[in-house]
């Protein structure tokens, strides 16, 4: 635990669900100028504990149904004594305010918002603040309770020569210090992590979901986070053995592969036989131990050419 809290993270996710006219009513799909996507889309967030990647809560619906909007029905889903982690899309006073005020010690993280209006009430540090943030009048209508004005921390640091700045509930410096909180931001993209093993690992990288009605949409999707959970659940079972080590240390696809064998053998086993079976299968997972982090490695995007028989254009050369 990092500040002494429970990591968690909330972020979207898009699913494609077949083209049938159920489907697309009730999901609807991307628009162009040039017209409808071919394939409706459903929209997922979820709330995932990021040092397991366990999923705590998760809402979906159509896809002109915000992920701010699916976001402020998991309030009330976190645990107490944490702090989660959000997109810099999930900027709004009111969900903020409401998440923190949700429970004991629900603390939150999030990029600031560029060009906001901040009062600075106590410098903290070199480069950390108490600060004042007004609310908009929209705000306080949606969001009852939202007072005119709320107390954040405001903190900078520099990385790889760029310079960041997050919002954080965290408000006092000697239980929550500057170097924790600042590294504790980088944790947020082990949801995207977690939203890989669902697509590439569970669902074999399938571009669409199987089911073709709208009620075995929502079925197959909550199957999904279920059979997800379930392997998660004895991956930090494995864990608990060794205590250094940690769930996302293991390898996801490989823990997947050795619980569906283990499933499919328990016909073939006695019940007596099943507690040492567990065990002999929660050992052979804790050899599964993925690499150390590299967090140095570097991956420039770029285009690769398709071939073609024709020549490609030569860019103008400016004068």
Known sequence: MVCGLNQLAVDGVM????????????????????GENSYPQVRMCCLMEVTSHLILGSEFDARAVGEMTLAERLIGRAVDHSVTLFDRGYYSLGLLDSWHKAGEERHWVIPARKGARFNEQKRLGENDWLVSIPTSPQARKKFTGLSTHISDRLTRYTLNGKTYRILSSLLEPL????????????????????????????LQSAHTLRSKKLE?????????????NLIRIVMIEACAAEEPLTPTRLSFSHCLWHVTT?????????????PKHYAALLETLRMLTLPAY??????????????TKYP??????SA
């Open 15 to 34: 699913f494609r669900a077949h083209d049938s006219v159920d489907n697309r009513n009730a999901f609807g799909s991307e628009r162009n100028q040039q």
């Open 175 to 202: 239980r929550y210090p500057y170097d924790e909180l600042v590294d504790l931001y980088a944790q947020r993209w082990e949801i995207e992590l977690g939203y890989r093993e669902i697509k590439q690992t569970l």
């Open 216 to 228: 075995m949409v929502h079925q197959e999707l909550w199957g999904v986070l279920l059979a997800y």
């Open 262 to 274: 283990f499933l499919a053998r328990l016909p073939m086993s006695s019940p007596g036989n099943l």
């Open 294 to 307: 590299r967090p140095v490695r570097v991956y420039p995007r770029e285009v690769r050419r398709k071939p």
């Open 312 to 317: 490609f254009k030569k860019k103008s050369q």
